[in-house]
């Protein structure tokens, strides 16, 4: 049975600081992962994806992976009232899917 | 380059009645899957499909519940004799034939269906 976990919030930073979103999975077959935003009443968005160990930075936002502790993060740096959303992190199962855990709500105050 | 399309945006439709909600992918993807959330829960996978096959079905209900993707056409989600329980988002996204571990899902706007 395949599982992500994530905290499901909600987690609330001042703005400017960072936001640290976490997620574990349970496949270790698992060598893709990808984080989504969604907004409330909206689709899910593709903001950030990983392939190997360490960190992957773009911007304001970087993904780190660890596999052998079977764990992903993304990192929110100088975080705006505009990223408030939830965030949903995806791994890819090897069947040509993703499984999206239930996702963490931030909320940036301003 | 559009991306994918759902139809329509909200639907209604009252207890015992047919839902049909319409996703075409992002033109040269040939991967589409279908997603349900109910308010304030996950994303649950419902149905992978590709064209004129259904590749995983193991999320989709064994009741009401039906899916295809027709050579030539949108996806097509299909529920029968709705009850108020199948009032959710459903959401299609897709993905192209180098497959989902590179480039991931690209997703719809999602239908909004309540029951009545």
């Known amino acids: 049975q395949k599982e992500v976990e994530q905290n499901s919030g909600p987690l609330s930073v001042p703005e400017g600081a960072i936001a640290s979103l976490n997620c574990t999975y349970s496949?270790?077959?698992?060598?893709?992962f990808f984080w989504y935003r969604q907004y409330s009443g909206k689709s899910p968005e593709l903001i950030r994806s990983?392939?190997?160990?360490g960190d992957k930075e773009d911007r304001r936002f970087t993904a780190q992976l660890n596999k052998a502790s079977q764990y992903v993060s993304l990192l929110i740096r100088d975080s705006q009232p505009s990223d408030s959303a939830t965030y949903l992190c995806?791994?890819?199962?090897?069947?040509?899917?993703?499984?999206f855990g239930t996702g963490t709500r931030l909320t940036v105050i301003p | 380059n559009a991306g994918v399309m759902q139809n329509p945006r909200h639907l209604v439709r009252r207890r015992g009645q047919e839902a049909r909600l319409r996703c075409s992918p992002v033109?040269?993807?040939?991967?589409v899957y279908w997603y349900r959330q109910l308010p304030e829960e996950g994303l649950k996978f419902m149905v992978y499909?590709?064209?004129?096959?259904?590749?995983?079905e193991s999320g989709m209900p064994k009741e009401r519940f039906s899916a295809e993707f027709p050579k030539e056409g949108p996806s097509i989600l299909r529920i029968q004799q709705v009850v108020r329980g199948d009032s959710a988002a459903y959401f299609c996204?897709?993905?192209?034939?180098?497959?989902?571990?590179?480039?991931?899902?690209?997703f719809g706007s999602g239908t909004r269906l309540t029951v009545v």
């Open positions: 996204a897709s993905s192209p034939d180098r497959g989902v571990a590179n480039y991931g899902y690209t």
């Open positions: 496949d270790r077959g698992s060598q893709s």
């Open positions: 990983i392939y190997s160990n």
């Open positions: 995806a791994p890819e199962t090897g069947a040509n899917n993703l499984f």
């Open positions: 033109k040269g993807h040939s991967h």
């Open positions: 499909l590709q064209k004129e096959n259904i590749i995983d």
